[in-house]
């Protein structure tokens, strides 16, 4: 089942099938959180169905398969773990199967999810296969941007960009999941990603979140009481906690510029004015990319002492003392 942000997409893919110029390695580029799965999975279900050119038919033994989670030619690769990288053995495994014939006769799919995942070994040992594609082989790649992956890859794809609805209309239909209103400012740190947005919620984040800005902001007034306990919120959400709060820091140094009316924290203005009457404006820059540098290192290495790190990055926007 397709979400209502998917159709146009798809009806470019359906054109393309009925035509029979379907690439043979299709990039579709998309954030976490906008369904891009269900989008995958229409297109391989559809190229393997017996019956359907456009459509699966559903009902014959190929989709029935399909749906069961046991199709023979429908094979699936993605990191072993959240955050991990897909590794070398991993896409060997999957090339020797896209040169294996297939078991129902039809076609096969090899689908990697979070491709930008793969090392480069492991994006080097799936070049070849995508230079010289088995015939009946089709790749469907998805990642979220094209900068972690390969040029030699990205050239060898036919690349799909899946656009997020706007932000209201990802409210509207979230809202409408969720039976309750939602605030712009959360779809907004969610990328108007639909089903992210509304993950965010359910889980509790949006409450949570909420609860390390007041933190956050009461820590940025003179004297920066509550270090330890703002440490241990951050610690708790994760190194992701620190994108949220650079979104926020980004407001207060609009604020200070004359562009309040392009908040990403509209429904939060009084703590985004009392925190950019508390920081200076070269301390706030200087900040913003301590965290998002900081972000991508905790991102990338595993293992580091994240609670050391995040104190650390807190304590710049304490006085110095001096020598």
């Known amino acids: 089942m397709l979400y209502p942000w998917q159709e146009s997409l798809w009806q470019q893919w359906q054109q393309l099938l009925d035509q029979e110029r379907l690439h043979h390695a299709i990039l579709l580029l998309a954030p976490a959180g906008s369904g891009r ?7 391989s279900k559809t190229l393997l169905c017996s019956n359907g050119v456009t459509e699966p038919c559903g009902v014959c033994h190929s989709c029935r398969l399909f749906e069961a989670g046991n199709h023979p030619d429908y094979h699936q690769v993605a990191p072993e773990q959240a955050g991990k990288q897909i590794g070398v053995d991993t896409i060997r495994k999957c090339t020797r199967l896209a040169v294996e014939t297939s078991q129902l006769g039809g076609q096969r799919i090899m689908q990697i999810d979070f491709a930008d995942a793969m090392g480069e070994a492991a994006a080097n040992a799936l070049l070849k296969t995508l230079e010289e594609p088995p015939a009946g082989c089709q790749f469907i790649l998805m990642a979220e941007a094209l900068d972690k992956l390969l040029p030699t890859i990205n050239s060898r794809c036919n690349k799909w960009r899946l656009a997020m609805p706007d932000e209201q209309d990802t409210r509207r239909w979230v809202g409408r999941q969720l039976m309750q209103d ?11 990603a639909p089903l992210a947005t509304q993950a965010f919620i359910e889980q509790g984040q949006d409450i949570r979140y909420g609860n390390l800005l007041s933190a956050f902001a009461a820590f940025l007034q003179p004297p920066h009481l509550g270090l330890q306990e703002l440490v241990g919120m951050f610690a708790k959400e994760g190194h ?16 200070q510029q004359g562009a309040g009316s392009f908040l990403v924290h509209s429904e939060s203005l009084p703590l985004v004015q009392q925190a950019a009457a508390a920081v200076t404006s070269p301390l706030l820059m200087n900040q913003i990319r301590k965290a998002n540098a900081l972000h991508r290192q905790l991102d990338t290495h595993t293992g580091l002492n994240t609670e050391l790190l995040i104190m650390d990055w807190l304590m710049g926007f304490m006085p110095q003392p001096k020598l």
């Open 240 to 255: 992701h906690s620190l994108s949220w709060v650079s979104y926020f820091l980004v407001d207060c140094l609009k604020l």
């Open 182 to 192: 939602v605030k712009l400012e959360i779809v907004r740190i969610n990328g108007c």
């Open 37 to 43: 799965e269900a989008l995958a999975r229409q297109l």
